[in-house]
């Protein structure tokens, strides 16, 4: 009798070590499989907060393209402002210098004037002296052809005024206008490279996305593929 009742005692114990060794071992699977679990959700998470940071980098480059773009059509001002200031002082020198040269001319003309009429009193002067008349005969014919020549002069003096004054227009004009062209090159110029830049970013903001849902798109696979329901 005691030797069954041994062998009944170390059958339950060893029954007893048994499930508890399983029931030990069902706990240590559903650890294993709570740690794979988790592993799976953070690789989710990680893979998430990948991809926000690619979003966030896509919308930082932008800024920094708008940025650029916004200087470049700053500047572009600035320089067209200059340009148009530049040009409109050297059109208002090159006219100043122009109404100078006619002026100039014009006190020429005069000049020829008075000279005409100091040779004509000193001929008529002559004439008197010499008992000549001096509105008549040769007396006469030496004053006609000083007033000629003198008219002469001046018709040459008032042409070369009036060209200096067309052609200082013009040119203080031509002036005022390629000042004019060249800041609004400035600006097309400008604008056109505001643009490309806005582009690149826009472009970034897209490729960020993308990249972005790619990396989502691999964090859920990898999700699906090592996910194991503890539970189950």
Known sequence: MATATNNL????????????GKAIGDVGSAITSGINATSSITGLLYADAAASRQEAAAYYEQGLYQVQAA????????????????????????????????????????????DLERTNA????RAAASGVVYNEGSARAVQVANVGAAY?????????????????????????LAGMEQ??????????????????????VKSGRTMAGVTRQEGLLNFAKTYTNPFA
């Open 183 to 204: 800041a609004d090159v400035t600006i097309n110029v400008a604008e056109t490279s505001a643009k490309q830049l806005e582009l690149a970013g826009d472009f970034a």
């Open 122 to 125: 000193s001929a008529r002067a």
């Open 152 to 176: 002469r002069d001046i018709g040459v003096s008032d042409l070369n005024a009036l060209t200096a004054h067309i052609l200082g227009f013009e040119d203080a004009s031509a002036m005022l």
């Open 71 to 114: 200087d470049t059509l700053r500047l572009a001002q600035i320089r067209a402002d200059q340009d148009r200031k530049y040009a409109s002082i050297q059109a208002g020198r090159k006219l100043q210098a122009a109404q100078q040269t006619t002026l100039n001319y014009v006190m020429a003309g005069n000049g020829i004037l008075r």
């Open 9 to 20: 005692t170390w059958t339950g114990a060893l029954n007893a070590v048994t499930t508890v």
